[in-house]
Nanobody, 124 residues
Framework: QVQLVESGGGLVQAGGSLRLSCAASGRTSGSYTMGWFRQAPGKEREFVAGISRTGRSTSYVDSVKGRFTISRDNGKNTVYLQMNALKPEDTAVYYC?????????????????WGQGTQVTVSS
């Protein structure tokens, strides 16, 4: 079992930055590929970014490429999402998730464990 707890969300103006953290407990985060997803009101959950177990491989949805960076510190069992140049359309609840796969997958159905989510609101 893995427990995931997100933090770092909040209200920010367009163009600003936030860094989300996802702390894992129960097993080392290095045992899982990790992903960040988001869900805006009235929309389906969307893959945002993913990182492989070693951190060598990352993947991003096109809308955040060049603005968001996913990273991990396996010694701290924590995954991060640095979000820069935020836009109002980035407003959503952001979730981190853990997948037993060795490759980054973008479908939420493959992820085994989920955090409770953290709200990110970007004002225009």
């Amino acid at each position: 079992q893995v427990q995931l707890v997100e933090s770092g969300g909040g209200l920010v103006q367009a163009g600003g930055s936030l860094r989300l953290s996802c702390a894992a407990s129960g097993r080392t985060s290095g045992s899982y590929t990790m992903g960040w997803f988001r869900q805006a009101p009235g929309k389906e959950r969307e893959f945002v970014a993913g990182i492989s177990r070693t951190g060598r491989s990352t993947s991003y949805v096109d809308s955040v490429k060049g603005r968001f960076t996913i990273s991990r510190d396996n010694g701290k069992n924590t995954v991060y999402l640095q979000m820069n140049a935020l836009k109002p359309e980035d407003t959503a609840v952001y979730y981190c998730a853990a997948d037993r796969s060795t490759v980054v997958r973008i479908d939420a159905e493959f992820y085994d464990y989920w955090g409770q989510g953290t709200q990110v609101t970007v004002s225009s």
